[in-house]
């Protein structure tokens, strides 16, 4: 494993094996906190930061932890993280904490975080490690923004509603009215929404796919050698 | 000797035709919407107009995207079938853009990305009504006002064109819209129902005007019945449950009370859910046991949904949650094959 390298790292957490639509890891607060941006951003923030630090820690102790009590370290280890992450908001974003405060707990057992760390964190050295968990959370992240995006223009019509939330007073006038007296389309808001939405990303990523790889064997694109999988079957 | 050299099905009657099926079942509505002109107005029919051109045009762009045979499935006429049933459950001056989101969420999510015709789990035009009933409850709970009880003058075509496409402004509306008898029912806590009908929109036993269009509803039906388009084991049993269900918990018409048997079956949508809905053949259970189960659960849930739910009808809700149910009514109610044992009756290791 130690032969892997950065730049496949980055992809796979980006696109190839990206956590949200090709892993389908981490439905649960995909399909709940991406009503809006703000939301959604908040929540992607602070699953990258949790996988950054996980990724690390879980490299750092893959010596010293046996097998058979693995999961459970790790389980320990992402609980302490997502503690500092939820105490990290409590003091500085108290008002989005309020809204997402139950999904940042949720973090814990979101798949996504201990898949990578059984996956790749635990037979990778920390750099590579850390570096996975950031890719992987910032892949997350971005599926979380563009849904959230998606749902709230077409929910409510506006964009970037209540940033000052996550990033200060900076932020109070992102706010853009994308269709002016719009409806409110609250199906769009309502988890049904998110599952339409994150159905037509999948499909769009499945649709892109296949687009080059039929120009790859069109023979117009040279795409490199496909090699197997690095990260394992991640159940 | 001649041998037969064709394949079953050897039947090439029309009435085996799709088209000529979707042909009749739209025919059979022609009564219950001309009940509804009669007593709301000219919006339906604005309405089903431009719901049948737009389901008609996504139709035929995503064959094409599709890679479909175009032409073949526009003639089995199924998207106008689904733009008129759900032009018809809307309310009548429901305004442009909700018939456009409720199509384009039928013909396209609906039915198109689950394979198209025969293939959809769920009733298309259902899942519009609901999709645009949890997204916009305003404007789909503002039902019209009879004629006779409205403040105004029933709307012209003409104008109900103006009103339904935003040319005019639809404050004038509201001497036309009004609260339905079922809701009624639903936000009642104190009167008697004796009382009740105090209230000009209700009619003799349902509600004023709707009782009238639920039993051209039910001519229709039973003309489809009679021409054998559909059994009548789903529809029977929907009507027959909702009659059980609300007989037991009349009460004799106390303030608790959910309505008469008479006034669940010809109020809101039961007549049209009955005859048009429930007997879609696609997403309703296949055999004639799995059918009366299926009709029976609806009728049920109905009556479950509009006395002790939040929604005052819920005929859209009901066939959706049975269309889900529909595949295990279906393996459970394999009919017997000629000459074997029952499925599932085998002895192991027999």
Redesign the interface.
């Known amino acids: 494993m130690s032969q892997v390298t950065y730049r496949e790292v980055g992809f796979n957490g980006l696109w190839k094996n990206n956590p949200a639509l090709v892993q389908l890891l981490g439905l649960c607060p995909m399909l709940a906190v991406t009503g809006s941006v703000v939301n959604a951003v908040g929540l992607g923030l602070a699953t990258m930061f949790v996988l950054t630090c996980t990724g690390a820690a879980v490299s750092l102790i893959r010596n010293y932890v046996s097998d058979a009590v693995r999961l459970p370290a790790f389980v320990m280890i992402i609980a302490s993280v997502v503690t500092c992450v939820e105490l990290f908001m409590q003091a500085f974003t108290y008002d989005l904490y309020l809204v997402i405060g139950l999904f940042t707990q949720l973090i814990t057992t979101n798949c996504v975080v201990l898949g990578r760390a059984d996956a790749f964190a635990c037979k990778n050295r920390i750099g590579p490690a850390a570096f996975d968990g950031f890719m992987m959370g910032l892949g997350f992240a971005v599926v979380l923004f563009i849904i959230g995006a998606a749902r709230e223009a077409f929910g409510t019509g506006h964009l970037f509603e209540g940033m000052d939330l996550l990033f200060g007073p900076i932020a109070a006038n992102w706010r853009i009215e994308v269709f002016p007296n719009y ?6 808001v ?1 988890p049904p929404g998110a599952f ?1 939405f994150a159905g037509f990303l999948i499909a769009v990523k499945n649709g892109v796919d296949a687009g080059i790889k039929r120009r790859a064997e069109a023979g117009m694109v040279k795409v490199k050698r496909e090699r197997v999988r690095v990260t394992g079957a991640v159940g | 000797m001649a041998l037969l050299r064709v394949t079953s099905p050897h039947a090439h009657h029309p009435a085996n035709k799709t088209g000529w099926v979707m042909l009749q079942v739209l025919a059979a509505t022609i009564p219950g919407i001309a009940a509804i002109t009669w007593f709301f107005g000219w919006g339906t029919i604005v309405n089903i107009l431009w719901a049948s051109v737009l389901a008609v045009t996504l139709e035929a762009l995503f064959l094409k995207l599709r890679n479909r045979p175009v032409g073949f499935y526009l003639t089995d006429y199924s998207a106008l079938v689904t733009a008129w049933l759900l032009a018809i459950a809307l309310p009548p001056y429901a305004p442009w853009w909700i018939v456009a ?1 409720g199509i384009a969420f039928a013909i396209l ?1 609906a039915k198109q990305l689950y394979g198209g015709m025969g293939y959809n789990p769920f009733n298309p035009a259902m899942v519009g009504y609901v ?1 645009l009933l ?4 305003l ?1 789909m709970t503002t039902w019209a006002e009879p004629r006779g009880v409205a403040g105004a003058e029933l709307p012209g075509f003409w104008q109900a064109f103006q009103f339904n496409f935003g040319l005019v402004d639809r404050a004038a509306l509201d001497g036309v819209t009004g609260a339905t008898v079922l809701d009624v029912f639903k936000q009642n806590n104190t009167a008697l129902v004796k009382d009740l009908w105090a209230n000009p929109i209700f009619g003799h036993f349902g509600g004023h005007g709707q009782e009238w269009v639920n039993a051209a509803f039910l001519l229709g039906g039973l003309v489809l019945l009679a021409r054998r388009i559909f059994t009548w084991h789903a529809p029977v049993c929907f009507l027959l449950a909702l009659t059980v269900m609300s007989a037991a918990f009349y009460d004799g018409g106390s303030a608790a009370s959910g309505g008469s048997p008479l006034l669940h079956l010809f109020s809101g949508a039961t007549m049209l859910g009955a005859f048009f809905i429930v007997t879609d053949p696609v997403t309703s259970a296949t055999s004639n046991r799995g059918r009366m189960i299926y009709g029976a659960c609806i009728g049920v849930l109905v009556y479950v949904i509009r006395h002790w739910g939040n929604y005052p009808d819920a005929v859209a809700f009901s066939v959706l949650l049975m269309n889900f149910a529909a595949p295990l009514i279906d393996h459970y109610t394999q009919p017997r094959t000629y000459g074997h044992e029952k499925a599932g009756t085998r002895k192991a290791g027999k």
């Not at chain 2, 949890?134 to 409850?137: A, D």
Request: proline share 12%; hydrophobic share 60%; aromatic share 18%.
């Open positions: 409806p409110q389309y609250l199906f769009a309502l339409i | 989101v999510i999709v949890i997204s916009f409850p404007q």
